[in-house]
C-alpha cells in the first residue's frame, strides 16, 4: 500500500528533518535519528460520530442478530450491567464518557419496561477496586445518584459467597464469573475499546471472571502460543476466551455494546503532539516550549499527576450492539480503520518512546514491571500478521525507568520485584514455583478486597504478558534509565544515550540497520508485509 493510502504514516529520515519527539515518561524529549530511519506515524483521528446519542438509540434499536433491547424486557426481570474499569480509555476521556451515555439510555429503557431489579458492576477482574470519585465520573451523576452505594459497585472476584461456577470448557477451563451476573434475566455489558485485544468474549468471562477462571489463559504457554495479542484470529489468549463467552452464554443471555474512539488522545494543550514534527506551525512550536518548561519545572510527582488529569480529546467513532460476535467484528473494523498501518517489511532496531500511562496504572505510578509489559507486552505486540521487529532484533526504550511502586495499589508487585525476581526472570519458573502462593495469600486478597490494590498474583501476568516479546527480541536497551538497578532486574540492558543504544545495538544486529521507530501514542497497529 502507498504511504497516501497510508494517510502519509511513513517517514523516511532525512538531513533536513527536525528533531523527532519521543514520550518519555511524564514528559517528552526529543532527538535526531540517523538518516534513513524509517518512522511509523499513527493515523490522523478519523472523523467522530456526528451525534453519539443518537447513534447509541440506533445500535440498541437495531442491534446485530438480535432483537432490539426493548424487546428483551419485561416487568420483573433481573438485568445486570456491567461495564469496563478505568483501564479504558486511556488517557481518560472529557465528559460525559460514553459509558455514562449508554448507561443512561438503557436505564431508561429499563424503567419504561418496568424492570425494577437493576444492578450495575464494574468488571474489575483481578484490578484494583474503582474508587467512588472514579466510578462517578464514569457513569456520571445521575446514574450515581440513584444506584451508589446499594446497587453499584466493583466486582469482587474474591468474594466466597458472590461468584457462581458454570461449567468447563472443550479444554477444561473452569468459568467460574460474578454470582449477581449470572444468576441475571439478562446482562448488558458496555465496553469500550481501545485496541482490539479489548471487548468481545473477553469482557464477561474475564471482566466479570476469578483467578480460577483468568489463569486457564494469563499463563505462558498462552502468551507463547498467540502470535500476536493484538490479533484475535491468531490469539490463543482470545480462543481461550470465546470457549469461556460460550459457556456463559449457554447460561445467560448477554447482549453486547461496544464502542470505538478516535485517535485524537492528547488535550488541545498538546495537541502537537500528534502532529508530524515537520507540520508544526507556530502554535504547536509554542505550545512545546511552554509545556516542556512548565514540566521542566514541577516537581516529579506534580507532573505525574497533571497527566493523569488531562482528559483526551477523543471523539466517538462506532456504536455498536447486539450478539458478542457479530457486534465485536463490527468493533474491530472500527478500531483497525483508526490504527491500522501498513508497513514495508521488518525492522532491525525499533525505537519506542514509552508515556507515563498504561492500562494498570491510571493514577499511579508505572513502576518497572508494568514497564516491561508497557513495552514488551504492548507495544512489541501492536501488530497483525508479523511483528514490527524481526526475529533477534532489538528494542530501544526511552522511559525514565526508575524504582517506584505505588504502595497502596501494587504492593504484591513490591514483594515479586525484591523477592522473585531475585532469584529468577523465567517466566515458567516463577509461574511454576511461586504464583499460586501470591494468588492465595491473605494479606493481598484482604487488600483486593477492601483497599484499592491489584490481586496479589497481578505482576505474575504482567510478566507473562512480555514473555513472547521477551522471547522474539534479542535485546530491549532502555536508553539513561534512572535507575540501572531496575533495568538489571527486569532483564533490560541500558545504555546512556540514544546514539549509544542504536550502537549497541547495530553491534548485535548488524551493520546498516534496518532502524524504525514508532511513533506512538495514538496508538498503531502495524500490518508488516
Known sequence: ??????????????????????????????????????????????????????????????????????????????????FDDVSLPLPRMKRPDVRQLIIESVVEKLDAAGVSDIELICAICLH??????????????GIWRRFWPDHLRNHDAEDPEGNAYLGKTSEGEEVEINRRAAESDLIIYVNINMVTMDGGHKSVPVGLGTYRTVRHHHN?????????????????????????????????????IETTLNGDTFSPLLGFMQKREADWGLADRVGRSLSAAALKAMPFALRRKAYNMLPAAYAVAGVEAGATGPVHERTIESVHRQQLVRVDGQADIM?????????????????????????????FNF?????????????????????AFHPVH?????????????????????????EKGFAKDPRYIDLYRHS????????????YWACHGMDHMGRVIVVNPVSARAAERIGFATARSLD??????????????????????????????
Open 452 to 463: 484499592h490494590a491489584y490481586h496479589g498474583v497481578h505482576p505474575f501476568y504482567m510478566w
Open 383 to 403: 501488530y497483525r500478521g508479523r511483528p514490527l521487529l524481526r526475529k533477534g532484533g532489538v528494542m530501544i526504550v526511552l522511559h525514565p525507568l526508575q524504582e
Open 220 to 256: 505462558v504457554p498462552t502468551m507463547m502460543t498467540s502470535c500476536s495479542y493484538m490479533d484475535p484470529a491468531t490469539s490463543s489468549f482470545y480462543a481461550s476466551c470465546v470457549r469461556m463467552g460460550k459457556i456463559v452464554a449457554d447460561r445467560v443471555r448477554i447482549f453486547t
Open 351 to 379: 525505537l519506542v518512546g514509552l508515556p507515563s500511562i498504561g492500562p494498570y496504572n491510571v493514577n499511579s505510578i508505572l513502576n518497572p514491571i508494568l514497564v516491561k509489559c508497557l513495552s514488551a507486552g504492548y507495544f
Open 500 to 529: 549509544a543504544a542504536i550502537s549497541q545495538a547495530t553491534e548485535l544486529v548488524g551493520e546498516h540497520p534496518r532502524i524504525t521507530y514508532y511513533h506512538c501514542p495514538p496508538v498503531i497497529m502495524c500490518e508488516v508485509s
Open 410 to 434: 501494587h504492593p504484591s508487585y513490591i514483594e515479586f520485584y525484591e523477592k522473585v525476581l531475585a532469584e529468577t526472570r523465567d517466566p515458567a519458573e516463577i509461574e511454576r514455583s511461586f
Open 1 to 82: 500500500m502507498s504511504d497516501s493510502q497510508n494517510n502519509g504514516c511513513i517517514h523516511t529520515v532525512s538531513r533536513s528533518d527536525p528533531p523527532f519527539l519521543f514520550h518519555c515518561g511524564e514528559g517528552y524529549e526529543r532527538h535526531r535519528l540517523p538518516v534513513g530511519t524509517r518512522v511509523v506515524y499513527p493515523k490522523p483521528p478519523i472523523p467522530g460520530l456526528p451525534d453519539v446519542r443518537a447513534a447509541i438509540e440506533k445500535a440498541l434499536a437495531e442491534p446485530l442478530e438480535s432483537e432490539p433491547l426493548v424487546e428483551l424486557l419485561k416487568p420483573g426481570m433481573r438485568v445486570t450491567i456491567a
Open 128 to 141: 484494583r477496586r474503582v474508587t467512588p470519585k472514579e466510578l462517578k465520573r464514569m457513569v456520571g451523576p
